[in-house]
């Protein structure tokens, strides 16, 4: 099996526990209006790989990963390619490596309800057939209004939630990223809306704010794509703190840098 990969990183520090190394797929099925990798959009523009040509170029990296470290997937959407994620995870696995998977959740169906399609039950069936090699996830919370949702993504954010739900009934641990935009995000009623959710999770072992910058305009220009944010500037110090307290980063610290 082969899958789309956009490109590769050796050393990330910002994309789970300890050094990683990050396998960027390629392919979304959302069009965030802050996105900085509108190159990851399109599956097909990534290069293919094996799983083990990926983890013989990972592994070079091994002795720095330290007790923590390991390997983060990331995208685009990992979970576009579910088959191939599945093998190269569970070749990880073999491998004692620490696998981390960083997603939107976008792509994300529970089949086990009355009115599963039999497609939604053979997803899900894999997502669980994932979950058993993956240790981490790193979640965004796009937007928790769901009308805003659909204007900053393209696209619902109920089975995202739903998402959310169902790995905290399974006890899958995650960290979650919220992205603060001026004029958007960055709102004292939805930090509230989002802080309530987080709230019902009891699997959250790090919330962190991510203030927004428009350092991806570029790619939007060499790819004829309208960068609609473009006015947008990056929200002032004193917003990223009073988000941080609003949504009680400090409390989450069962695991720390």
């Known amino acids: 099996m082969q899958g789309y990969i956009h490109q590769l990183e050796s050393f990330g520090c910002a994309d789970g526990p300890g050094s990683r190394f990050i ?24 290069k293919l790989y094996t799983v083990e040509e990926l983890l013989s170029e990972a592994e070079t ?83 928790i209004d769901e009308q805003e949702h659909i204007k900053l993504t393209g696209q ?15 006890k899958k641990p995650i960290w979650i990223r919220h992205v603060l935009v001026p004029g958007i995000t960055d709102n004292d009623e939805y930090l509230i809306r989002t802080r309530d959710f987080i709230r019902t999770l009891s699997n959250v072992e790090r919330v962190e704010i991510l203030p927004y910058h428009g350092l991806g305009i570029i790619k939007y220009k060499d790819l004829g794509i309208d960068y609609v944010l473009k006015d947008v500037e990056s929200p002032e110090k004193e917003r990223v703190e009073n988000a941080r307290k609003i949504l009680e980063c400090e409390k989450y610290t069962k695991w720390e840098k």
């Open 156 to 170: 619902s954010g109920k089975n995202i939630q739903e998402m959310f739900r169902y790995l905290d009934e399974i």
């Open 23 to 46: 396998i960027f797929f390629s392919g979304c099925p959302l069009r965030c209006l802050y996105c900085h990798n509108p190159d990851t959009w399109d599956k097909t523009k990534g």
């Open 61 to 143: 990296c091994r002795a720095y990963w330290g007790p923590k470290g390991g390997i983060t997937v990331s995208g685009g959407e990992p979970l576009f390619q579910i088959d191939f994620l599945i093998e190269l995870l569970t070749e990880c696995k073999k491998r004692n490596i620490n696998t981390c998977i960083d997603t939107s959740g976008a792509t994300f169906v529970r089949g086990d309800k009355p009115d599963s399609t039999e497609a939604e039950k053979k997803w899900f069936s894999k997502f669980n057939e994932l979950m058993k090699v993956t240790d981490l996830l790193l979640m965004d919370i796009k937007h």
